[in-house]
């Protein structure tokens, strides 16, 4: 089946065989559908998310990896209900990204890119720098100056450029975005090849669960990369018939800065005008998601929904994690505090199977998980 890169607004399309970041007119691109795969086409000899290879859009010889996917699982009881935590911190970098990094930059390679540009709020970069790095590749990370010195430390161990952009983390990415004239902006918001990463979380869920979709995910959000991972796979997934119906996938957000939510919320098609402060939740703070129609389409597709969170919601589900033995950062807490509130709107029933999508480690931000702890470091 030929795969090529698809504008999804105007329906245009392009060879895959050129590396692009963008459409004409610095339209996003995804994909052109792809047929998804069966039980049967699992590679049960890797333990690494290229056990599924197979529905990836193009097959390379020689992936970049180091063990990525295959996380746990875990069933724990929270706010009186079961709840499955996916926690995607056990990976290489400790967050979800890797998903994302490891096929996106094997993909490029594979397409004679040896050098990349990637924007960050931390983990994304952390990730883009590791694996260029085994990859034998070189990186350039953008990251705003708030940026927490465990990921900017970790991408310079990694031999990345770093450069710090004062100012807010849409103000990086518009920096990003100038200089992609002059090296590969292997953007993790932008380029596709990073969505059919993270789409094998939904594959992993599928096989976590034997071979069913859960009834809930619920994901924080951002630019929506992992929303959209998980639509593309179990899509893909309901299209090979090896699911019946498509799990409700619920974004979550910083009231802070919660432009996805509040579109939603409002019923709007378009952005609408949204305060934006700084957040505990980096992880999510970005300001103008360009794959907003996207990620709404998904919400909406998929009957699920979008739930917006005060800091100190945000913030007390850090510690109340942390005292079952769960570790996460801010941004990660964020499931939890959400599925607090859709039990309590009846949204989510505890009876139903839902999953909570746990993105990166507590490591990454101790600095803001001291604070609410009250001590100086």
Same mark, same amino acid.
């Given at each position: 089946?030929?795969?090529? $890169?698809?504008?999804?607004?105007?329906?245009?399309?392009?060879?895959?065989?050129?590396?692009?970041?963008?459409?004409?007119?610095?339209?996003?691109?995804?994909?052109?559908?792809?047929?998804?795969?069966?039980?049967?086409?699992?590679?049960?000899?890797?333990?690494?998310?290229?056990? $599924?290879?197979?529905?990836?859009?193009?097959?390379?010889?020689?992936?970049?990896?180091?063990?990525?996917?295959?996380?746990?699982?875990?069933?724990? !009881?929270?706010?009186?209900?079961?709840?499955? +935590?996916?926690?995607?911190?056990?990976?290489?970098?400790?967050?979800?990204?890797?998903?994302?990094?490891?096929?996106?930059?094997?993909?490029?390679?594979?397409?004679?890119?040896?050098?990349?540009?990637?924007?960050? #709020?931390?983990?994304?970069?952390?990730?883009?720098?590791? $694996?260029?790095?085994?990859?034998?590749?070189?990186?350039?990370?953008?990251?705003?100056? #708030?940026?927490?010195?465990?990921?900017?430390?970790?991408?310079?161990?990694?031999?990345?450029?770093?450069?710090?952009?004062?100012?807010? =983390?849409?103000? /990086?990415?518009?920096?990003?975005?100038? =200089? #992609?004239?002059?090296?590969? $902006?292997?953007?993790?918001?932008?380029?596709?090849?990073?969505?059919?990463?993270?789409?094998?979380?939904?594959?992993?869920?599928?096989?976590?669960?034997?071979? =069913?979709?859960?009834?809930?995910?619920?994901?924080?959000?951002?630019?929506?990369?992992?929303?959209?991972?998980?639509?593309?796979?179990?899509?893909?997934?309901?299209?090979?018939?090896?699911?019946? !119906?498509?799990?409700?996938?619920?974004?979550?957000?910083?009231?802070?800065?919660?432009?996805?939510?509040?579109?939603?919320?409002?019923?709007?098609?378009?952005?609408? *005008?949204?305060?934006?402060?700084?957040?505990?939740?980096?992880?999510?703070?970005?300001?103008? *998601?360009?794959?907003?129609? %996207?990620?709404?389409? /998904?919400?909406?597709?998929?009957?699920?929904?979008?739930?917006?969170?005060?800091?100190? %919601?945000?913030?007390?589900?850090? +510690?109340?994690?942390?005292?079952?033995?769960?570790?996460?950062?801010?941004? #990660?807490?964020?499931?939890?505090?959400?599925?607090?509130?859709?039990?309590?709107?009846?949204?989510?029933?505890?009876?139903?199977?839902?999953?909570?999508?746990?993105?990166?480690?507590?490591?990454?931000?101790?600095?803001?998980?001291?604070?609410?702890?009250?001590?100086?470091?």
């Amino acid at each position: 089946m030929s795969v090529a $890169y698809l504008d999804p607004r105007s329906g245009a399309t392009f060879p895959l065989d050129t590396p692009r970041w963008c459409g004409p007119g610095h339209a996003p691109l995804l994909l052109t559908t792809l047929p998804g795969i069966t039980r049967r086409q699992i590679d049960r000899s890797t333990r690494s998310l290229w056990r $599924y290879r197979a529905a990836l859009p193009m097959q390379v010889s020689d992936p970049i990896t180091m063990g990525e996917g295959c996380t746990p699982l875990l069933p724990r !009881t929270l706010h009186g209900a079961a709840a499955l +935590l996916k926690c995607e911190w056990f990976m290489p970098t400790g967050s979800f990204k890797d998903r994302g990094a490891s096929v996106m930059l094997s993909l490029l390679r594979a397409q004679g890119v040896r050098a990349v540009l990637e924007d960050s #709020s931390g983990n994304g970069g952390a990730a883009i720098a590791a $694996y260029a790095a085994a990859g034998g590749m070189q990186a350039t990370i953008m990251a705003p100056t #708030s940026t927490s010195p465990a990921k900017t430390v970790q991408m310079r161990a990694h031999g990345a450029a770093v450069e710090l952009i004062p100012g807010t =983390r849409q103000d /990086t990415a518009d920096a990003a975005v100038r =200089r #992609s004239d002059s090296v590969f $902006y292997a953007s993790h918001n932008w380029q596709p090849f990073f969505l059919h990463g993270t789409k094998t979380l939904a594959y992993e869920l599928w096989e976590d669960l034997d071979f =069913r979709a859960p009834d809930n995910v619920i994901v924080p959000c951002g630019a929506g990369s992992n929303v959209l991972g998980c639509e593309i796979g179990f899509s893909e997934l309901l299209r090979a018939g090896e699911i019946d !119906t498509m799990p409700r996938i619920f974004a979550v957000q910083p009231a802070n800065c919660a432009p996805i939510v509040a579109t939603f919320l409002s019923g709007s098609d378009t952005q609408v *005008p949204t305060d934006i402060s700084p957040t505990i939740a980096e992880g999510t703070a970005i300001a103008q *998601p360009i794959r907003l129609p %996207e990620v709404l389409g /998904t919400l909406r597709g998929t009957r699920g929904g979008a739930v917006m969170l005060t800091e100190a %919601e945000i913030g007390a589900a850090v +510690l109340d994690l942390a005292r079952i033995g769960i570790y996460v950062e801010p941004t #990660s807490a964020q499931a939890a505090a959400a599925f607090a509130k859709l039990l309590a709107t009846g949204t989510v029933r505890p009876e139903q199977t839902t999953v909570l999508v746990l993105t990166g480690s507590g490591l990454k931000a101790t600095p803001r998980i001291a604070e609410l702890l009250g001590i100086a470091l």
